[in-house]
């Protein structure tokens, strides 16, 4: 076996040199972090779901014609994606008054919202992905306007999509995180999806009992965390009896 070159380790994922130019191979961790690394634990086999269920969305949102970065699932925890330079925002949706919303303006958790809100943070780990506005995010160069509308666009639709495919397995889609990443082809460059959509950066709250099947498991001590992420691949209909 050949060595692959390591490109960037974060929290819970790797980035190695991908086999051909222009591609990553993107590794899901079974680390589970939260509060910025301060609280910090492996959970056996959370990689693996989170990659099956981040391939399935994605695959999902490739068809729809969402541009996203992602190419293939190669094995349990790997995945063939695109290189992209990736935009120092992170993007949050909310339909749902939930965590550090509900926190900041408190409004309770579970109030919905009078329409989706979208806001930003700063990706920096140094400073804890600081909220900032669209003001901010020009003023430093982080994207520029039109990156902010095609960011925004794509995060509206995104959301409309993807809430009503949990609603339809019984899931309401309270909140998420999503990142994207410059694709350049040629002399043309477009802001597409990256990173991953998993239970680890959305909040997923089953309709009929309101029971939490995402990361606020073990952000808040409650346990099941390996089982909420299983429920939330069976029912999205992934088999894990392939691997
Ligand atoms: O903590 P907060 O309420 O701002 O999180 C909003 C949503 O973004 C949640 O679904 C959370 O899982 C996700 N998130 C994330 N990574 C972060 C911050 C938030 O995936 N660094």
Redesign the pocket.
């Known amino acids: 076996m050949t060595r692959r070159r390591k490109i960037y380790e974060g929290k819970a994922k790797i980035l190695y040199e991908g086999p051909e130019p222009g591609t990553i191979v993107q590794h899901f961790k079974d680390d589970a972090t939260a509060f910025n690394n301060k609280k910090h634990d492996l959970i056996e086999g959370k990689g693996v779901l989170n990659n099956r269920i981040s391939e399935f969305i994605f695959t999902r949102l490739n068809e729809i014609g969402v541009p996203t970065h992602f190419i293939k699932r190669i094995n349990m925890r790997e995945q063939l994606v695109k290189e992209v330079e990736i935009i120092p925002v992170?993007v949050?949706v909310?339909n749902v008054a939930?965590?550090?919303?509900s926190k900041r303006l408190g409004i309770e958790e579970g109030t919905p919202l009078p329409r989706s809100i979208i806001e930003f943070?700063y990706k920096s780990d140094e400073l804890d992905?600081p909220m900032v506005t669209e003001e901010h995010i020009t003023a430093f160069a982080w994207a520029t306007p039109q990156e902010i509308d095609d960011m925004m666009a794509l995060s509206l639709r995104i959301n409309d999509f993807l809430s009503g495919l949990f609603l339809g397995i019984g899931i309401r889609l309270?909140?998420?995180?999503i990142e994207f990443g410059r694709l350049y082809e040629g002399d043309m460059m477009r802001v597409v999806l990256a990173d991953e959509i998993s239970p680890?950066?959305?909040?997923l709250w089953d309709t009929a009992t309101n029971e939490k099947l995402?990361?606020d498991r073990f952000r808040r001590d409650m346990g099941g965390l390996m089982d909420a992420y299983q429920e939330v691949a069976r029912r999205l209909g992934i088999l894990m009896e392939n691997d």
Do not use: P
């Open positions: 992170e949050m909310r939930a965590g550090s919303l943070a992905d309270v909140d998420f995180k680890d950066s959305c909040r995402d990361k």
